[in-house]
């Protein structure tokens, strides 16, 4: 479980952690579980069940170790840093060079680690247990040793020593397993295999990966939750998880608090939501990352409002990031308060509100929006937050209006608020859909009010008519929803209409 | 002819200098206030629909708002008022490239380079051309990886599938074997 959980972590700086990664280790995992067992099942009825056990240990050890510096070059081969590849054209190579790199990496060592159990059920029949005591014993030891993998590999080895390190870890524990079954006179031998995965742990990870040409890495690290990295390419900085490519979990570009990006039209909903100047302003962000949108809050209306925001993130680690990197203080953002390591719909029952707006930029996996942050319960309970004339205003990424994902999004908004409407954000793979609780989206009045140069540009803009989208409501049946959710399949079929666009 | 005609036409209508300025505060409004620059275009629609000015100026900023099929009906209509109008070509070959057609839009460039009044604007011209030989060049790449990728998986699958199929085969030929030993003779 260690291997198999450390492997998705392994891959995903480079594949992402999509569900098609997912998959392909778990399918692999089982695959080779299967043949080893099978195989070792053969063996162990024809040799010496106890040096048996001692060379697929040996061997499972010395593949472990071997995992993480055969996985970086496979991954850089088939995703070269270089070449500069987009998300939406990703796909693919994800899909198949995971399962690639699956097969090369991680197959062989789960291969010896299946043979393990039957040598073991051998070796404790030989011994004088009987067979089916024998093959109970080292089914539950195998299981008990499974759950410690998972708890410790999750919450312990990935957080504390990082994802290489896990895999050296684990090569470690397998090779001193050797040692202990090794005979006396072949103990030093069986000490000095132990060896490179000490020295290979001690030595740290190193970089999961290059950045690309331009940019330059400030920080790397493993969350609980991924792979993140925070990039400087010239005046802006970034926050980025997991594979990364083209697109950025956060955004802090030097000396204004405009990004260029889609969190600018953030901004737009308290003007939406119609709030008198010095009214409240209380701001519920869900998926806060580095801290974008509360900085944009701070400055362009810590002045004109009342402030106040509730920032919610699931991911600790890249708060601290976000501390250290974005400025993320109470110094510069006096109106935040942050709950740290809270889920958005756990969030939603928590914080009483009411709030004028509601801010959801909340993704997992980099490219997929969480579906139980976008179902009619979802929504429902974010319109039970809301204060009269309150706004939500959500990121959706998709290609245009017409994108899978972002037609069932908004139409499941709409069955929920009277009025939703989408924006498309220039040049970019973004849909900023909003909806009001109670009255029009008065995209006229909101221009009229807006003070900032800035805002008013935005505001300028999304008043186009021809920029915006009204989202009729979806039908009982279309609506995503908590029991029946489609969205990782439509975000899914997203990506490879994208794929097959260019 | 057909052009030709519509701009006599034009001219002979009243509003036709109204318009003219209307469209010329269009291209000064619109990075500032797109939603002005929309009401004042409208305005000038309605005073000269067919006018020249008009027409580049809907398709300027319809396609700064990247409202590309309404970018590309003006874009048609000025090229009829206009045929040799080069910036036309040029924000028409913009559409195409936004659209992802980028033969489209390495005609229209080229079709805008043979027309370039000045070198400024010839050098403008040639950095969107390189702009599209470089989106060809990503888009060969990006094929090609997706190529290697999907041929390595199916490389991962084969020898998943052979390598299980191999261990099934020999263990049944062993149990054969074992079988053919064991029977009695």
Not at chain 1, 165 to 179: Q, Y
Not at chain 1, 480 to 486: A, E, I, T, V
Not at chain 2, 42 to 65: D, M, S
Request: neutral net charge.
């Amino acid at each position: 479980m260690s291997v198999e959980l450390a492997a998705v972590r392994l891959l995903a700086p480079h594949f992402g952690s999509s569900v098609f990664v997912w998959t392909n280790v778990i399918g692999v995992v089982l695959a080779a579980l299967a043949a080893g067992i099978f195989l070792g099942g053969r063996l162990a009825d024809r040799r010496d069940p106890r040096s048996l056990l001692r060379a697929t240990l040996a061997a499972a050890g010395v593949l472990c170790l071997l995992a993480p510096f055969l996985a970086k070059p496979l991954a850089d081969f088939l995703v070269p840093p270089e070449a500069g590849l987009r998300l939406g054209d990703a796909l693919p190579v994800f899909a198949a060079g995971s399962l690639a790199v699956s097969v090369v990496v991680f197959a062989p060592p789960l291969f010896f680690l299946g043979a393990l159990s039957p040598a073991a059920v051998r070796a404790l029949a030989a011994r004088g247990a009987g067979v089916g005591a024998a093959a109970g014993s080292v089914l539950a030891v195998s299981t008990l040793g499974s759950l410690l993998g998972t708890f410790g590999t999750t919450h312990l080895l990935v957080p504390l020593a990082g994802v290489r390190n896990t895999f050296f870890v684990s090569s470690a524990l397998l090779l001193l397993a050797v040692l202990a079954l090794t005979p006396r006179a072949k103990g030093p031998l069986a000490a000095l295999l132990a060896l490179p995965a000490i020295a290979a742990a001690a030595s740290g990870g190193g970089a999961p990966r290059e950045v690309p040409a331009g940019e330059e890495r400030l920080w790397a690290g493993e969350t609980p939750y991924q792979f993140a990295e925070v990039v400087r390419r010239g005046e802006i900085r970034m926050l980025r998880v997991n594979e990364g490519l083209d697109s950025f979990q956060s955004l802090l570009v030097d000396g204004t608090p405009w990004t260029g990006a889609y969190y600018d039209f953030f901004a737009l909903a308290p003007l939406l939501a119609g709030i008198e100047e010095r009214g409240a302003l209380r701001a519920l962000v869900l998926g806060l990352g580095g801290g974008t949108v509360s900085r944009l809050f701070h400055d362009v209306h810590g002045a004109r409002y009342a402030l106040s925001i509730d920032g919610v993130e699931l991911d600790p680690g890249l708060l601290r990031a976000a501390r250290s990197f974005f400025d993320l203080t109470p110094a510069r953002h006096p109106h935040l308060r942050v709950h740290a390591g809270v889920d958005g719909r756990v969030a939603l029952r928590a914080l009483p509100g009411p709030f004028e707006v509601v801010v959801l930029d909340a993704y997992a996996h980099q490219v997929h929006i969480p579906p139980h942050l976008a179902s009619v319960e979802a929504f429902e309970a974010v319109r039970d937050r809301l204060a009269p004339g309150g706004v939500l205003a959500v990121n959706v990424g998709g290609f245009g209006f017409e994108d899978p994902v972002v037609s069932a999004i908004g139409g499941t908004i709409a069955a929920v608020f009277r009025t939703v409407e989408g924006v498309k954000v220039r040049d970019s793979r973004n849909v900023l859909i909003f909806a009001r609780r109670e009255g029009p989206l008065d995209w006229e009045r909101a221009r009229e009010s807006a003070s900032d140069p800035g805002l008013r540009a935005l505001a300028g803009y999304a008043a186009c008519p021809p920029v915006r989208h009204s989202f009729p409501p979806a039908g009982e049946g279309e609506r995503l929803s908590d029991s029946d959710s489609r969205l990782d399949l439509l975000q899914i079929r997203s990506l490879w209409r994208a794929g097959l666009r260019s | 002819m057909k052009g030709l005609l519509l701009a006599l036409l034009g001219a002979l209508s009243p509003g036709q200098d109204e318009a003219a300025r209307l469209a010329q505060e269009v291209f000064a409004l619109d990075s500032t206030d797109e939603a002005a620059a929309l009401a004042v275009l409208e305005r000038a629609l309605a005073l000269a629909p067919n006018r020249k000015e008009v027409l580049r100026a809907a398709l300027f900023l319809h396609l700064r708002l990247r409202d590309l099929e309404s970018a590309e009906a003006f874009g048609a209509r000025a090229l009829e008022a206009d045929p040799s109008d080069p910036e036309v070509q040029v924000w028409l070959g913009n559409v195409a490239f936004w659209k992802g057609d980028l033969e489209g839009a390495a005609r229209r460039y080229e079709e805008a380079l043979a027309r370039a009044r000045d070198e400024a604007f010839a050098r403008d011209v040639e950095a969107k051309r390189a702009q599209v030989g470089e989106e060809r060049a990503y888009r060969s790449r990006a094929r090609s990886l997706a190529r290697r990728s999907l041929a390595c998986g199916a490389g991962a699958v084969v020898v998943l599938l052979a390598g299980c199929g191999a261990i099934l085969l020999s263990s049944r030929d062993g149990a054969s074997r074992r079988a053919l030993n064991d029977s009695p003779e």
